[in-house]
C-alpha cells in the first residue's frame, strides 16, 4: 500500500509498549507524528527517541502525540525503554508500537526492501486531527532523524490551516509568508492581510505573519 499526502492515515490495533492500542481512537482530535525505527537497542533509535522525549513540551503546545514503532515486540521495547531513559536522561512518556507481524509496516509502507527486507526505514508521517496524513519524510536506516524540522513543518500546518498562506523556503514561526496566487482581489488581500505586502514580482507576494 503507498500513502500520499492527503489520505487517510490507516487504523490499526496492534501491541504496544502501553498495551492494546487502537490507533485512531488513541490519536483522538490530536495532531500525531508516526515514525518507525528499525530495531530497538540501537544506536540512533536510542538518540532519536530520546530527542522526542525531550520534546514533549513542545509537542503539548501544538497538540500533537508522538508514538514510535518497530517490529520488536512489547517487552523488548520495554526493556530498551529503560537504556533510552538512562543513556538520554530523559522519560519516554509516548507508546512504542510493538509491529512484530509487520501489519503496521505494510499499511504504511514502511519496509523498503532495497533498504532491508525486515526492519522497518526510519519513516515520518504527521497526521492532523481528522487522520489525514500531512507530510511524509522517509530517512535511510543510517541517517538520524531532525526533529527541530518536525517541529518546524508542524507549525508551517497549522498556520495554513489557519490563515490563507504559505511558507517560504527556510521559514521560522514569526518570520514573513506568502500570499498564494489564488488570491487576487485586491479588495480581499486587503482584507485577508491588513498588515500590507510587498511584492519584488507581481507572484511573488510577502506579508507579514498573520497572529496566531
Not at 21 to 37: D, I, P, R, T, Y
Amino acid at each position: 500500500m503507498t500513502l500520499r499526502l492527503g489520505d487517510i492515515a490507516p487504523d490499526f490495533e496492534q501491541d504496544s509498549s502501553v498495551g492494546p492500542l487502537k490507533f485512531h481512537e488513541w490519536a483522538g482530535n490530536s495532531w500525531v507524528v508516526l515514525f518507525s525505527h528499525p530495531a530497538d537497542f540501537t544506536p540512533v533509535c536510542t538518540t532519536e527517541l530520546g530527542l522526542t522525549a525531550k520534546l514533549k513540551p513542545e509537542f503539548d503546545k501544538r497538540n500533537v502525540k508522538a508514538i514510535a514503532l518497530s517490529v520488536d515486540g512489547a517487552q523488548s521495547h520495554l526493556d530498551w525503554i529503560k537504556d533510552i531513559e538512562e543513556t538520554q536522561k530523559t522519560v519516554v512518556g509516548f507508546p512504542i508500537i510493538a509491529d512484530a507481524d509487520r501489519k503496521v509496516a505494510a499499511l504504511f509502507d514502511m519496509i523498503h526492501p532495497n533498504q532491508s527486507e525486515t526492519v522497518t526505514v526510519r519513516s515520518l508521517f504527521i497526521i492532523d486531527p481528522n487522520k489525514k496524513v500531512r507530510l511524509i519524510i522517509t530517512y535511510p536506516l543510517t541517517t538520524g532523524r531532525n526533529f527541530d524540522e518536525v517541529l518546524r513543518v508542524i507549525d508551517a500546518l497549522q498556520l495554513t490551516d489557519g490563515y490563507t498562506v504559505a511558507t517560504p523556503g527556510n521559514w521560522r514561526d514569526g518570520d514573513d509568508v506568502i500570499i498564494p496566487l489564488s488570491i487576487k482581489d485586491e479588495e480581499v488581500i486587503k482584507q485577508k492581510y491588513p498588515k500590507g505586502y510587498q511584492a519584488p514580482k507581481p507572484y511573488l507576494r510577502i506579508t507579514p505573519q498573520p497572529n496566531k
